[in-house]
């Protein structure tokens, strides 16, 4: 079956760490993958997009990497700041209008 | 900035009440997507639009309807709601052109009790 997997245990790192979120994926071939942060309350809010001839992408102190071997996506968040604990989830496109979203992983970032 | 705004973001009904969630999106978008959020299983989508009057089922399209009648507005009804359709509701929104991010544009979301 096909399956979109991320850590479900919350993440707790120091500020100033990088956090590293990991996305696994079966049975998809997907055209792109994209990363959504969701804070307590509210909805998702788009942060990156990573197609799948792309290794990897960056935007200030976000990276996100590509692996379609693997069928992985890392997500890393350099400098980590109190104001980065969130939710963070994955998402695959796989082609039309249909986004398949992982359940997401709980940063907890201290000061 | 692309806005999508839900008409409540608390609601509180009663089993077997009928339940109008309405979205609208200011940005022209032709797509629009209704989700449903529990926790440990992520977004999963309950019916999408991808113009005036059209639709089309998502994962889990039992026991809600859609309604697109203009672009920027889309419905979700539950006809008569049930204790398991307690959820956090999203609605999100999509621009389909050439040479554009597939990013789709959420809304605030509606907390659903059913009692």
């Known amino acids: 079956s096909q399956k979109i997997e991320q850590n479900s245990e919350a993440l707790n790192i120091q500020e100033g760490k990088t956090a590293t979120l990991t996305c696994n994926y079966t049975?998809?071939?997907?055209?792109?993958l994209q990363w959504y942060r969701q804070d307590p309350g509210r909805g998702p809010v788009f942060l990156l997009l990573i197609r799948e001839n792309e290794k990897e992408k960056r935007k200030e102190r976000l990276k996100v990497t590509f692996d379609t071997t693997l069928k992985q996506s890392l997500f890393h968040i350099t400098a980590s700041q109190p104001a980065d604990s969130a939710t963070y989830l994955c998402a695959l496109g796989t082609g039309g209008f249909k986004t398949i979203f992982g359940a997401g992983t709980r940063l907890f970032v201290k000061a | 900035d692309v806005k999508v705004t839900q008409s409540s973001r608390y609601l509180v009904k009663r089993t077997g009440e009928k339940v109008f969630l309405e979205c609208v999106q200011d940005m022209d978008h032709e797509n629009m997507f209704w989700y449903r959020q529990d926790p440990g299983l992520g977004l999963r989508l309950i019916y999408f639009?991808?113009?005036?009057?059209?639709?089309e089922k998502g994962d889990i399209p039992e026991g809600y309807s859609v309604s697109r009648e203009k672009k920027e507005r889309f419905s979700l009804i539950l006809e008569s709601a049930s204790t398991n359709q307690t959820s956090m509701y999203l609605c999100a929104s999509l621009y389909s052109g050439q040479g554009v991010q597939e990013t789709q544009y959420f809304g605030p979301g509606t907390r659903l009790l059913v009692l």
């Open positions: 639009s991808y113009d005036v009057k059209m639709k």
């Open positions: 049975n998809y071939s997907p055209a792109y």
